[in-house]
Nanobody, 112 residues
Framework: VQLQASGGGLVQPGGSLRLSCAAS????????RGWYRQAPGKQRELVAT?????STIYADSVKGRFTISRDSTKMYLQMNSLKPEDTAVYYC?????????WGQGTLVTVSS
């Protein structure tokens, strides 16, 4: 199973982007899914999580601006009111019993 993240790009401050993450096959025993990001020179940080029960968890830095969601085929991260500090490579993941699957990352650059 592979995860494919897409939707990154260059956007001006205050703009929006929607990231998508699709799995190439079926995944079972999912505990949670979500998005991490890694900015240049910084550690990877958790951005948003969607738990098996449907709860959402967001990093304080993105609360009120980012929204995680999913449908039957993909997971999404809607990013609004983007700031230069949101610039990073964004990775999707799916946590299962005993491990996790990761996407390859999609670059988001917020700059004027």
């Amino acid at each position: 199973v592979q995860l494919q993240a897409s939707g990154g790009g260059l956007v001006q401050p205050g703009g929006s982007l929607r990231l998508s993450c699709a799995a190439s096959g079926s995944i079972f025993s999912i505990n949670a899914r979500g998005w991490y990001r890694q900015a240049p020179g910084k550690q990877r940080e958790l951005v948003a999580t969607l738990t098996r029960g449907g709860s959402t968890i967001y990093a304080d830095s993105v609360k009120g601006r980012f929204t995680i969601s999913r449908d039957s085929t993909k997971m999404y991260l809607q990013m609004n009111s983007l700031k230069p500090e949101d610039t990073a490579v964004y990775y999707c993941y799916i946590e299962v019993l005993g491990g996790a699957y990761w996407g390859q990352g999609t670059l988001v650059t917020v700059s004027s």
